[in-house]
């Protein structure tokens, strides 16, 4: 299999502050080392109000992995990040015609 076909990409909003975290524990624990985090802003509707007053940061958590991996490094980050615990998150998962393959390198620990 080429692994620049039938990849699937992983898409998470998490709350400010923990896509890196997430990141570290992919790597530890399942060893995909693919990922991109990036801090946005934005605002939505609850019961059918907008209010553009009040803005929050989250940060972007994308993964991609290949197809056969894909429901478990998907269900990995819903645990890990506490999706289903309530305002903790939102995802998304879609096909790929293509990627290009890219990794993390081994850096040295912060400290």
Aim: contains cysteine.
């Amino acid at each position: 299999m080429d692994p620049s076909k039938n990849s699937k990409l992983i898409t998470s909003f998490l709350p400010n502050g923990t896509g890196v975290p997430i990141i570290k524990l992919l790597k530890q624990e399942t060893g995909i080392c693919t990922g991109n985090v990036s801090n946005s802003r934005g605002t939505g509707s609850s019961a059918g109000a907008s209010d553009f007053d009040n803005w929050v940061e989250v940060d972007v958590l994308d993964v991609v992995v290949n197809a056969d991996r894909a429901d478990e490094i998907f269900n990995f980050i819903y645990e890990k990040a506490g999706i289903g615990e309530g305002n903790h998150g939102f995802m998304i998962q879609q096909s790929l015609v293509q990627s290009t393959k890219f990794s993390l390198p081994d850096l040295p620990e912060e400290g």
